[in-house]
């Protein structure tokens, strides 16, 4: 190879030295946002507006069960919810648009998308977070699916071993969940989806946060949502106008 000047120019490659090939692949988090398929990101949409509503609630009527985060998410909470299953984005697409139910092999292939965060994470250039705030996002879409009861996934921890950022998401995570229309199912009416919340204290929720998240359930948008995502931009999603949750 000739380096302009008349002379060789050798590339020496040192193995240790070079990347992933994941690594940085992505310029932003829109770039990586814009493959995930558009009913996951209704999903995601979604949970991060319950999510904001829940978080505004608890700054406002429970001050204290907020404590531990020492005011790191009070200014992009909504944003940080709403990336709660960026690992979906390395999820092979024919599991995730599946209309029936899904085989337990299938399942175990969804599953994947929590231990899959920080492969994604990885694989954006340029993360629009500061470190500390990055690392809420990876508690929040690593350990959202774990349970107060030990019962949950990837890890199987238990109550406050679960960092509570993760435990408020995992109730606007099962709200979305029983209150969106499934191919396979109706949405739950409100008031059996607030029992369900309440009879999961300190089985699938913790108890207090379980409580204060029935208290604002009645806050929650009870417009259409499935075009929330149009309409919600973030600050790091490409988009120009925002959803008010509050």
Not at 3 to 30: F, H, Q, S, W
Not at 64 to 83: G, K, M
Not at 188 to 195: A, F, H, L, Q
Request: hydrophobic letters at 35%; proline letters at 5%; aromatic letters at 10%.
């Amino acid at each position: 190879m000739d380096d302009g000047a008349g002379g060789a120019c050798v590339i020496v490659y040192d193995e240790k030295d070079m990347k992933n090939t994941r690594v940085g692949c992505y310029p932003t988090l829109a770039c990586l946002y814009s493959i995930i398929p558009r009913d996951v990101r209704l999903h995601m949409e979604r949970v991060g507006i319950y999510a904001a509503v829940f978080y505004r609630h608890l700054m406002k009527e429970h001050p204290d069960l907020l404590e531990p985060l020492n005011h790191e998410l009070d200014d992009c909470y909504q944003d940080l919810y709403t990336l709660h299953d960026i690992g979906r984005a390395f999820v092979p697409v024919r599991f995730q648009n599946k209309a029936g139910g899904l085989t337990d092999e299938e399942f175990a292939q969804i599953k994947q998308h929590t231990v899959l965060t920080a492969d994604t994470l990885d694989s954006i250039y340029i993360l629009p977070f500061t470190a500390s705030v990055q690392m809420h996002l990876f508690n929040i879409s690593m350990y959202h699916h774990e349970r107060y009861d030990g019962r949950g996934y990837p890890f199987g921890i238990s109550q406050e071993q679960i960092p509570l950022e993760a435990r408020i998401c995992s109730l606007a995570d099962a709200y979305d969940g029983m209150t969106s229309w499934k191919p396979y199912r109706k949405n739950m009416p409100i008031e059996k989806v607030r029992t369900i919340i309440l009879e999961e204290a300190g089985k699938q929720f913790t108890p207090s946060l379980s409580l204060a998240f029935a208290e604002c359930m009645d806050q929650m948008p009870r417009e259409e949502l499935n075009e929330a995502w149009e309409a919600h931009a973030g600050r790091y999603f490409g988009r120009n106008t925002k959803v008010s949750v509050g």
